[in-house]
């Protein structure tokens, strides 16, 4: 199974930005979702979507971040408004089958190489 992330960059605080992530070589994960990790900072729940299409949202990402899912596609999606430099981080997508807390990392058992996002101000 290979996840592959896109759509980082450099951006100037206030501007949006969508990250794409498409999965390869398995069926439908149950959650496909995003983490971020700063530098420094442990890695954090962002957002995750059920195969049915129900979301969920870390407390960070609540008002400003929007999951979305395309099950023909494999791929899930996050898109960022008004970004703050604080939203400066890499960030992950994973997929994983489980019932569980689905904000830990660990419960997710595929990967995205990460794409960085750095906001500037």
Not at 66 to 76: C, G, P
């Amino acid at each position: 199974v290979q996840l592959q992330a896109s759509g980082g960059g450099l951006v100037q605080a206030g501007a949006s930005l969508m990250l794409s992530c498409e999965a390869s070589g398995r069926t439908l994960s149950t959650f496909m979702g995003w983490f971020r990790q700063a530098p420094g900072k442990e890695r954090e729940f962002v957002a995750t979507e059920s195969r049915d299409l129900s979301p969920w949202y870390g407390d960070s990402a609540k008002g400003r971040f929007t999951i979305s899912r395309d099950n023909a596609k494999n791929a899930v999606y996050l898109r960022i408004n008004s970004l703050k430099p604080e939203d400066t981080a890499v960030y992950y997508c994973a997929a994983g089958d489980f019932s569980g807390d689905l904000r830990r990392p660990d419960m997710y058992r595929y990967w995205g190489q990460g794409t960085l996002v750095t906001v500037s101000s």
